[in-house]
Every structure is written in C-alpha cells, then in structure tokens.
C-alpha cells in the first residue's frame, strides 16, 4: 500500500507563482513512476506531467510546458511540481499518483495506468 500527500496548493495571482509536493510512503519510492493530474471543476481531469522512476524522463501537458517543471528527490520520497506564469486555467485540484510497474525510463501519461492517488490540493488562481 503506497499512500501519497500533496501539499502547497493555495491562492496565487495570475502570472504568480506555487510549488506542489508530494510526499509517497514506502521504501521503494524510487522505483515509481510518478504524475501529477488535475481537475477543475465541471471538466474531466486531465494529465499535467510525468516524471520515470529514474527521474531521467519527463513528459508535459502542452498546455503546461514551458511554465511547469515536475521534479522529485528519491531520498526524500517526495515529488513535485514548480508552477510558474500561473493563468486562472490552471485553476484545479491538481492530483499526484504513482504507478510502481513502469520500468524506470518510461513516464506514464495515462490516468488509468496509475494505481494510487492522493487526496488532492486546490490551486485558485485569480485574475
């Protein structure tokens, strides 16, 4: 059972700035491929980016590269997600989910390959 905590969502101005992190239980964090999803409200949610397990590989959401950086640091269990030139269409509940079967070059852009999920934090971006 992996259990994962996002934190530092919050409210931020357009063009501002916020940095996610979430926090994986388990030994064998490195071996997770990791991604961080979003959704707002009345939409689906939506991939943002990925990361492989051996951190080497990364993949963005059009939408989002360029302003988003996914980043994690094995020896503290944690991922994250730097947010820069926030616009109000980033407002969401942005998710952080691990997939502990992709081999540790491939990044995971599906939803549905993703076996845990935390709880979510809100980013408000006003205008």
């Known amino acids: 059972q992996v259990q994962l905590v996002e934190s530092g969502g919050g409210l931020v101005q357009s063009g501002g700035s916020l940095t996610l992190s979430c926090v994986a239980s388990g030994r064998t964090f490195s071996t997770y491929a990791m991604g961080w999803f979003r959704q707002a409200p009345g939409k689906e949610r939506e991939f943002v980016a990925a990361?492989?397990?051996?951190?080497?590989?990364?993949y963005y959401a059009h939408s989002v590269k360029g302003r988003f950086t996914i980043s994690r640091d094995n020896a503290k269990n944690t991922l994250y997600l730097q947010m820069n030139s926030l616009k109000s269409e980033d407002t969401a509940v942005y998710y952080c989910a691990a997939d502990l079967g992709a081999p540790r070059t491939i990044v995971v852009v599906t939803a549905e390959q993703y076996e845990y999920w935390g709880q979510g934090t809100q980013v408000t971006v006003s205008i």
């Open positions: 990361i492989s397990s051996s951190g080497d590989n990364t």
